[in-house]
């Protein structure tokens, strides 16, 4: 059984920073690629960071250069590093993983951790 949970979020002014964190459990972390998504009320969900099994990483032009994602295999666990946050900010913010095995992806959720950003 695969878990995800995700933590770190919280109230936050503009201008500061959080650090979330992603622990797997129930699989073996290090063959999946990682996906960070969040979403704000009203709005569809984003994928605005990743990072590959081999640790290869993107980011959406809207957080480039003010987010990191990261990741520990040893310790099943992913990070975002996030930097200089705007209000614009807010969601909830959640993990994903996934795999493709012969064609079928395999992809699990965590539940989610708020970020709100304050002006």
């Known amino acids: 059984h695969v878990q995800l949970v995700e933590s770190g979020g919280g109230l936050v002014q503009a201008g500061g920073s959080l650090r979330l964190s992603c622990v797997v459990s129930?699989?073996?972390?290090?063959?999946?690629?990682l996906g960070w998504y969040r979403q704000a009320p009203g709005k569809q969900r984003e994928l605005f960071a990743d990072?590959?099994?081999?640790?290869?990483?993107n980011y959406a032009d809207s957080v480039k250069g003010r987010f990191t994602i990261s990741r520990d295999n040893a310790k099943n666990t992913a990070y975002l590093q996030m930097n200089s946050l705007k209000p614009e900010d807010t969601a909830v913010y959640l993990c994903n993983i996934k795999r493709v095995v012969f064609g079928i992806t395999r992809a699990y959720w965590g539940q989610g951790t708020q970020v709100t950003v304050s002006s």
């Open positions: 990072i590959t099994s081999g640790g290869s990483t």
């Open positions: 129930g699989s073996i972390f290090s063959i999946y690629d």
